[in-house]
């Protein structure tokens, strides 16, 4: 695994009462589940204000939201699944808001919202770490200056990422998009060696 991205744990989730005092606690949880990791600040602000919408803008407000925080190598995956209800991801009144710092942070293709199949919005982020981006949905990622050790750790952990994943999740394709570069990347090894002398 890249040293970009925390050694482990790879994966966070945890759900939260839906009231505001619980966005603080967020925060913590995210900065030390990326301890060490070189966009852990972004990460904290984004999932902060993904947090504080569904608190304050969704039927969560009074229940409870979902965080899930995902570190791989070249990006970071982070979730909020709320209640739901009435949403704009752009305000009226021409000021800058949460959704603002995401795009700011994130990038405009890279957030978004979903809606499942029972009604729960799921606000996603990809932030893509700094000299390591991984490559999108159309572009093979590059594995080739990973040790096979390493490359068998991260094979490990996104195939576990992938079974947590919902089935309409938009994680599923850069997770996919990786494992099948791990998987050509290995084989082409295991094919060198067998031609060796």
């Not at 021409?94 to 809606?115: F, Q, S, Y």
């Not at 982020?125 to 200056?145: H, I, K, W």
Request: charged fraction near 25%.
């Amino acid at each position: 695994m890249s040293s970009a991205a925390p050694e482990a744990p790879t994966r966070y989730q945890h759900t939260f009462h839906g009231r505001a005092d619980q966005v603080g606690r967020v925060r913590r949880d995210i900065a030390r589940h990326l301890a060490g990791c070189p966009a852990a600040d972004d990460a904290v602000l984004i999932t902060s204000e993904l947090a504080a919408n569904s608190v304050m803008h969704s039927a969560s407000a009074g229940e409870f939201f979902t965080v899930r925080c995902e570190a791989h190598p070249g990006y970071i995956w982070i979730e909020v699944e709320d209640l739901g209800g009435p949403w704009q991801p752009t305000q009226p009144d021409g000021r800058p808001h949460g959704l603002d710092i995401i795009t700011a942070l994130a990038g405009p293709d890279n957030w978004g919202a979903d809606t499942t199949s029972d009604g729960d919005r799921i606000v996603w982020a990809r932030l893509d770490l700094p000299g390591e981006c991984m490559p999108g949905p159309g572009r093979v990622p590059d594995v080739s200056d990973l040790t096979s050790g390493q490359l068998e750790r991260t094979k490990r952990e996104l195939a576990a990422s992938l079974a947590l994943a919902r089935p309409d999740s938009p994680a599923r394709v850069p997770i996919q998009a990786h494992l099948t570069a791990i998987d050509t990347e290995l084989a082409g090894r295991a094919g060198r060696d067998a031609r060796q002398p």
